[in-house]
């Protein structure tokens, strides 16, 4: 028991002082750099980050375009005799697409990202001891 | 403290018994038991939670950030409770109401932010800072300018933002539960003072999740109430609020709200990036452990104000034919047109018109309830920028500055902004405040949300092209906000505006990052080395968290 303690105390002494270090040291910072993990990590999830971003962003600027220019493509009935306009459908859609959007960033993110996060932080671990 | 807050309890009651007096055969037809009922639950109940969160609330930690311990769906719940006001509550119903579809560009507006911020901002915040979002800013940058900067733009929009808040609860409350005007901004004013000095960011939280969960179900109940009386047919629902509106079928499609390209272009930019740009929205990224909980925070944000826009869809065109159509007029004005109160007043009405006095009374709880939540996090966010920007950075120069203390100046600062607050709600009651939400999201579009973007993702930012750029971005929204239609126009009533944009973000933004680049590619400085260097630690603290704080236990 006291045994378990003592090493817990440790480890999370150990892992205080490794925190606070690995931002001053130089080399450090090098060596995450070259990592591979690392680097597949930050290519791979800023590249799906900005994919996401513009997906979105053309789509929301498509719909705002198309306000502008041609409100009455959004106008048109879906069917004839019926009320509802091609327009609620497909801003219904644009905030249901949002939010889609955050849950397959999400999705792949606590998988594959924090997978790829989990390698580097034990990669340094071990590098440190 | 536990005196403050009952006495604070106890200066309520009694001032709704003299308000009542006063209210009745005035303001209000007759004095609304129910709602009053609701309204006390709801107060007791938040200063209870107020009185709890004190004896939590130790260290500054614990004062801004709960002390990181706040879980990814807590913290999602309280960010929907913060961002879903009053404003977009009562008015997009209410603009709904008036003019149908276009009412829907804005809530799509209001919430295609969220994915942007999720993919570009959120981990980053969590992963760099601590307590503000200057912490991220000033990382690597000279503290002292970058500091100032950000807490200028952070206590510009806050003060606006609350300015609108304020007018806002003052009048709806004057409505609903006959209590003068400048009385129910003072009431506003103590009960959000109350929250955040004793109760700091748990306190605050907790009244933002329980506003969120209240007002998700009441308007959960009045969409399906609506939509019970169609058989739950949407072709019916619209085809009778064509029959009713004035406008016909032209509620059914885009109409004059987005008339030109620029503005339209213009709208999307300031409310998407604006958002981002928000202190008491970024402000909520570090209640959580780290950058896994803070991406699950915008999700659940993401879902709730989503369906919560659908629903006020769906309340507008409900409105349309069960408050405007109501027989004979029961809920319009001595003119026959507009709503009693104001048109914002759709929602409240059809509460009425779907569920009774009751549900009217919970609904009209559920709006009191919306402002204190959104003016908490607002008056948070900028007493923390007094304090942990200004008195603990920019001013400490250097020097370590006592936690306590800083508390204390927080503290202060939140009396301080309260009371402003407070007297700007009373010196704005007359005024046209619907520019000054737009002039909120503009100056955070083009302050705040550059220099934060441009310091996390550009490694050749330097102090010089972030502050430059950042004032550039402030005061050019600021003047064209002026002199545009709103301001030069309508307030000052000048002539032809200058700048015929309402929302200038166009401009504004644009400039604001080119200044940042060109004075900062400009900078051979040594300062502008140092800060170059910086990048790569900085950029392996955002991309790892490797270095940031953990969650604290309560």
Redesign the interface.
């Given at each position: 028991m006291h045994y378990a303690m003592l090493v817990l105390f440790l480890t999370y002494t150990i892992r205080f002082i490794f925190k606070k270090e690995i931002i001053v040291d130089k080399t450090m910072v090098e060596k995450i750099q070259s990592n591979p993990s690392y680097q597949k990590l930050v290519s791979e999830r800023s590249s799906f980050a900005w994919k996401l971003t513009i997906t979105m962003l053309v789509v929301y600027y498509a719909f705002i375009l198309l306000i502008a220019f041609s409100p009455e493509t959004l106008g048109a009935k879906i069917v004839a005799g019926g009320m509802a306009t091609v327009g609620i459908p497909v801003g219904i859609a644009i905030i249901v697409f949002a939010f889609v959007l955050t849950g397959i960033y999400v999705g792949r993110a606590n998988s594959e990202f924090d997978g790829l996060l989990n390698q580097v932080k034990e990669d340094i671990a071990k590098d440190t001891k | 403290m536990k005196k403050i807050l009952l006495l604070l309890s106890l200066l309520i009651v009694s001032a709704f018994a003299a308000g009542g007096d006063l209210g009745a055969g005035t303001k209000a037809d007759e004095l609304n038991v129910p709602a009053i009922v609701m309204f006390f639950l709801f107060v007791f109940g938040t200063l209870g939670i107020t009185y709890w969160a004190s004896k939590r609330t130790k260290s500054a930690s614990d004062f801004y950030t709960a002390g990181g311990g706040i879980t990814g769906t807590q913290n999602g719940t309280a960010i929907a409770g913060d961002y879903m006001s009053a404003a977009s509550f009562l008015g997009i119903t209410g603009a709904v109401y008036l003019n149908g579809?276009d009412g829907?560009?804005f809530?799509?507006?209001f919430?295609?932010g969220?994915?942007?911020i999720?993919?570009?901002i959120s981990?980053q915040l969590r992963n760099l800072g601590k307590y503000t979002f200057a912490d991220v800013t000033a990382y690597r940058l000279q503290q002292k300018p970058v500091r100032i900067l950000a807490a200028l733009g952070s206590i510009a929009v806050v003060i606006l933002y609350l300015i609108a808040q304020m007018v806002g609860s003052g009048k709806l409350i004057e409505i609903l539960f006959g209590l003068d005007y400048e009385f129910a901004v003072v009431l506003v004013g103590m009960l959000m003072i109350a929250y955040v000095a004793f109760g700091g960011m748990l306190a605050t939280t907790w009244v933002q999740i329980i506003k969120a969960i209240l007002l998700l179900s009441g308007t959960t109940f009045m969409s399906i109430m609506v939509m019970s009386q169609f058989g739950f047919s949407?072709?019916e629902l619209?085809?009778s609020a064509?029959e009713i509106h004035s406008k016909g079928e032209a509620i059914?499609?885009?109409?004059g709200l987005?008339?030109?390209?620029i503005?339209?272009?213009s709208?999307?930019i300031a409310l998407?990036f604006g958002t981002a740009g928000l202190p008491h929205i970024l402000m909520r990224f570090f209640t959580v452990a780290d950058a896994?909980e803070a991406?699950?925070s915008?999700?659940v944000a993401?879902?709730l104000i989503?369906y919560f826009?659908?629903l006020t869809?769906i309340m507008g065109f409900g409105a349309i034919v069960l408050v405007l159509g109501a027989e004979g007029g029961a809920y319009l004005a001595e003119d026959g047109v507009t709503l009693k109160g104001m048109n914002n007043m759709a929602a409240v009405w059809l509460a009425h018109a779907v569920g009774g006095d009751y549900f009217l009374g919970f609904i009209s709880a559920v709006a009191f309830a919306t402002i204190l939540a959104v003016v908490s996090g607002l008056t948070l966010a900028g007493a923390s920028a007094v304090s942990h920007d200004l008195y603990a950075n920019a001013f400490a120069n250097g020097k370590k500055v006592d936690e306590q203390k800083e508390m204390m100046v927080s503290k202060w600062a939140t009396v301080a902004i309260g009371v402003a607050a407070i007297l700007f709600g009373i010196a704005f009651e007359k005024q046209n405040i619907a520019f000054v939400v737009a002039l909120a999201f503009t100056i955070a579009a083009s302050a705040n949300f550059p220099v934060l973007f441009m310091s996390i993702f550009w490694k050749k930012l330097t102090t010089r092209g972030a502050v430059i750029g950042g004032y550039i971005g402030l005061i050019s929204a600021l003047i064209l906000v002026i002199l545009g239609p709103v301001v030069w126009t309508q307030i000052l009533g000048m002539g032809e505006a200058i700048v015929p944009y309402k929302f200038p973000a166009v401009f504004s933004v644009p400039l604001a990052f080119i200044s940042i680049w060109f004075f900062s590619i400009t900078d051979s400085s040594e300062d502008a080395t140092r800060c170059i260097e910086a990048f790569?630690?900085q950029d392996?603290?955002c991309?790892?968290?490797?270095?940031s704080d953990g969650a604290v236990d309560h």
């Open positions: - | 579809y829907l560009i809530s799509i507006g919430l295609v969220w994915p942007v999720l993919f570009m981990e949407f072709d619209f085809r064509v059914m499609s885009p109409g987005v008339s030109d390209p503005s339209a272009i709208l999307g998407m896994k991406r699950k915008v999700f993401t879902g989503g826009y659908i869809f790569d630690a392996i603290r991309q790892t968290g490797i270095g």
